[in-house]
């Protein structure tokens, strides 16, 4: 009788980002989460130059399409907060900054 082997799921994720550097910010930030035990899903985060390397292994498909639709909804939110802000050690210009962010101006205040 043959013996039957369950092998892991696995899926393998490569990201490239426009420089090393902001690679490495989505490393940092994304490395922060890590998966539920409850998931039995295990995710590892490496980086190859401006390359982001996710790789995930679990004990069924159902968590593994979880983990990587979370995964993906996190990555979503960082590239979206790193396009708005930039790179915090680039030295591009900022737009001038209105002295009164965050206030509400009127014309019939008082």
């Known amino acids: 009788m043959p013996q039957i082997v369950n092998k892991p799921n696995e899926s393998t994720i490569r990201v490239p980002f426009d420089t090393p550097r902001l690679a490495?910010?989505?490393?940092?930030?994304?490395?922060?989460?890590?998966?539920?035990?409850?998931?039995?899903?295990?995710?590892?985060?490496?980086?190859?130059?401006d390359v982001l390397v996710v790789h995930f292994q679990a004990d069924q498909v159902k968590n593994l399409r979880t983990a990587i639709t979370s995964f993906f909804e996190c990555l979503l939110l960082c590239q979206?907060?790193?396009?708005?802000?930039?790179?915090?050690?680039?030295?591009?210009?900022?737009?001038?900054?209105?002295?009164?962010?965050?206030?509400?101006?009127?014309?019939?205040?008082?």
Do not use: Y
């Open 24 to 49: 490495e910010i989505a490393f940092k930030v994304l490395s922060v989460d890590q998966e539920p035990r409850r998931n039995f899903v295990q995710k590892t985060l490496s980086l190859d130059d």
């Open 80 to 110: 979206d907060t790193i396009k708005q802000f930039g790179d915090p050690t680039d030295d591009k210009v900022i737009p001038e900054s209105n002295d009164n962010a965050g206030t509400q101006s009127g014309s019939d205040s008082a």
